[in-house]
C-alpha cells in the first residue's frame, strides 16, 4: 500500500476510449498538467489516452478528477503510489497513433479482450495445472522481475508480440494468464490471442503494480521495471527473491541501471561495485565512449533541461483557465 505521509504522487492509468479530436484534446490536457504543476509523459490518441505522472498529492487529486470528469475516461483507473519528490523532470503531452506501439490497430479492446481478473482472482487462478502464465513486456523488463513459471518471450518491444505468438499455438487449449506493468498492454495481448484462436485467456487487471498493492505481490520473483526516474520498484511484500544477475560481474542483483554510454544506452542490471567501477557503463569500450554521462549512482539520465518550455508549439489561449475539469472537450465527444 502507498506511504501517505509521502507528499507526492505517482499515477500511472491507461483508458481505451474514442477521441474525435485528439490534438485539440493534447493541447488542452497539456495546459491543465502545466496549470496544476505536474510532470509525467502522457499519450493522447485517437483510441484514447496513456500515462504516467507526477505531482504533490492535491495537484495529483484535481488531475484524476478532470481526467474522469470527462465521460470518455470516467472509467479510468489509477495506480497511485508516493514518493518523496517529482519522479519526471518535465511534462510531455504527445499525440501518437496508438496508446502502446502494437502494430495492432485494428483491435479496440472495448469491443473484445481477455476476461480481466482482479489481484486476488490472478492468485488464485495462476498456479492451476492447466493454466499458463504468460508475460507479454520487453525482455528487459522480465529479466529484471516476472511472475513464478511464467512465460517470457524475447522481445525488444511490444510491437514484435504478434510476431512471437506463432511460438506459442501449442498452447492454445491452456488457459493464458497475460500481464505486465500496468495491464494496459494486455489489453491488446489478449485480444490478439483470441483473434489467433487461444481460447481461454485471460489478463491481470492493473498489471503488476496493482497486484502489488492489493495481495503483496506474492510470487512475483525480483523487481518492476518502472519507466520513470525510480527505474524499478519493489513488489513481493511475501516472499521476494531476486532473480536477475549483474551484466558485469554475474552475482545477484536487482539494480537496474541505463549504461552511461548515450549510444548504448542498454537497460541493464549492475551492481552497486561494479556501477562505479565502470561509472555508470556496461562495459569497458562504454566507459570511454566520450559521449559517456556524468554517473551519479542511480543510473537514471535526464535529458537536458535547459531552456525547456512548457508553452513550446501551443497555439491556444495559454493564459485561460485549465484548471476546472468542466473546461474540456466533452462538449465535442
Given at each position: 500500500m502507498?506511504?501517505?505521509?509521502?507528499?507526492y504522487?505517482?499515477l500511472?492509468?491507461?483508458?481505451?476510449a474514442?477521441?474525435c479530436?485528439p490534438?485539440?484534446?493534447?493541447e488542452e490536457?497539456?495546459l491543465?498538467?502545466?496549470?496544476?504543476?505536474?510532470?509525467?509523459?502522457i499519450i493522447?490518441?485517437?483510441?484514447?489516452?496513456n500515462?504516467?505522472?507526477?505531482?504533490?498529492?492535491?495537484?495529483?487529486?484535481?488531475?484524476m478528477?478532470?481526467?474522469?470528469?470527462?465521460?470518455?475516461?470516467?472509467?479510468?483507473?489509477f495506480?497511485i503510489d508516493s514518493?518523496?519528490?517529482?519522479?519526471?523532470?518535465?511534462?510531455?503531452?504527445?499525440?501518437?497513433?496508438?496508446?502502446?506501439?502494437?502494430?495492432?490497430?485494428?483491435l479496440d479492446?472495448?469491443v473484445?479482450t481477455?476476461?480481466?481478473?482482479?489481484?486476488?482472482?490472478?492468485?488464485q487462478?495462476k498456479?492451476?495445472?492447466?493454466?499458463?502464465?504468460?508475460?507479454v513486456?520487453?525482455?528487459?523488463e522480465?529479466?529484471?522481475?516476472?511472475?513464478?513459471n511464467?512465460i517470457?518471450?524475447?522481445?525488444?518491444n511490444?510491437?514484435e508480440?504478434?510476431?512471437r505468438?506463432?511460438?506459442?499455438?501449442?498452447?492454445?487449449?491452456?488457459?493464458?494468464l497475460?500481464?505486465?506493468?500496468g495491464?494496459?498492454k494486455c489489453?491488446?495481448?489478449?485480444?490478439?490471442?483470441?483473434?489467433?484462436?487461444f481460447?481461454?485467456?485471460?489478463?491481470?487487471?492493473?498489471?503488476?503494480?496493482?497486484?502489488?498493492?492489493e495481495?503483496?505481490?506474492?510470487?512475483?520473483?525480483?523487481?518492476c521495471y518502472v519507466?520513470?526516474?525510480?527505474i524499478a520498484v519493489?513488489?513481493?511484500?511475501?516472499?521476494?527473491?531476486?532473480v536477475?544477475?549483474c551484466?558485469?560481474?554475474?552475482?545477484?542483483?536487482?539494480?537496474?541501471?541505463?549504461c552511461a554510454?548515450?549510444s548504448?544506452?542498454?537497460?541493464?542490471?549492475?551492481?552497486?561495485?561494479?556501477?562505479?567501477?565502470?561509472?555508470?557503463?556496461?562495459?569497458p569500450?562504454?566507459?570511454?565512449?566520450?559521449?559517456k554521462?556524468?554517473?551519479?549512482g542511480?543510473?537514471?539520465?535526464?535529458k537536458?533541461?535547459?531552456?525547456?518550455?512548457p508553452f513550446?508549439n501551443?497555439?491556444?489561449?495559454?493564459?485561460?483557465?485549465r484548471?476546472?475539469?468542466?473546461?474540456?472537450?466533452?462538449?465535442?465527444?
Amino acid at each position: 500500500m502507498e506511504n501517505t505521509n509521502k507528499p507526492y504522487r505517482i499515477l500511472l492509468y491507461y483508458c481505451y476510449a474514442e477521441i474525435c479530436n485528439p490534438e485539440e484534446y493534447r493541447e488542452e490536457h497539456h495546459l491543465f498538467c502545466v496549470a496544476n504543476k505536474l510532470r509525467g509523459r502522457i499519450i493522447i490518441s485517437d483510441e484514447g489516452l496513456n500515462g504516467t505522472v507526477s505531482g504533490l498529492a492535491e495537484d495529483c487529486d484535481a488531475y484524476m478528477a478532470y481526467i474522469q470528469a470527462d465521460p470518455r475516461f470516467a472509467k479510468t483507473e489509477f495506480k497511485i503510489d508516493s514518493h518523496e519528490s517529482h519522479a519526471f523532470a518535465k511534462i510531455h503531452v504527445r499525440y501518437k497513433p496508438e496508446i502502446v506501439h502494437s502494430s495492432l490497430r485494428h483491435l479496440d479492446p472495448n469491443v473484445k479482450t481477455g476476461k480481466h481478473l482482479e489481484p486476488e482472482e490472478f492468485k488464485q487462478l495462476k498456479d492451476q495445472e492447466d493454466v499458463v502464465i504468460l508475460d507479454v513486456r520487453s525482455k528487459y523488463e522480465h529479466d529484471l522481475g516476472h511472475f513464478k513459471n511464467a512465460i517470457m518471450i524475447d522481445i525488444d518491444n511490444f510491437r514484435e508480440f504478434p510476431e512471437r505468438v506463432k511460438e506459442l499455438a501449442h498452447l492454445k487449449n491452456k488457459k493464458v494468464l497475460t500481464y505486465c506493468t500496468g495491464g494496459i498492454k494486455c489489453e491488446k495481448a489478449s485480444a490478439y490471442l483470441l483473434e489467433q484462436g487461444f481460447e481461454d485467456v485471460y489478463q491481470l487487471h492493473g498489471g503488476i503494480i496493482k497486484y502489488g498493492m492489493e495481495v503483496g505481490g506474492e510470487d512475483f520473483e525480483g523487481k518492476c521495471y518502472v519507466f520513470d526516474n525510480r527505474i524499478a520498484v519493489a513488489v513481493n511484500q511475501v516472499n521476494p527473491t531476486i532473480v536477475s544477475a549483474c551484466h558485469c560481474c554475474n552475482s545477484p542483483s536487482d539494480r537496474m541501471v541505463n549504461c552511461a554510454n548515450p549510444s548504448c544506452n542498454d537497460h541493464l542490471a549492475i551492481c552497486e561495485a561494479c556501477g562505479w567501477e565502470l561509472e555508470g557503463a556496461c562495459c569497458p569500450a562504454c566507459q570511454v565512449h566520450p559521449d559517456k554521462r556524468h554517473y551519479d549512482g542511480t543510473g537514471y539520465y535526464q535529458k537536458n533541461t535547459n531552456g525547456y518550455n512548457p508553452f513550446l508549439n501551443i497555439h491556444r489561449d495559454s493564459t485561460k483557465d485549465r484548471s476546472n475539469p468542466s473546461h474540456d472537450s466533452t462538449a465535442n465527444s
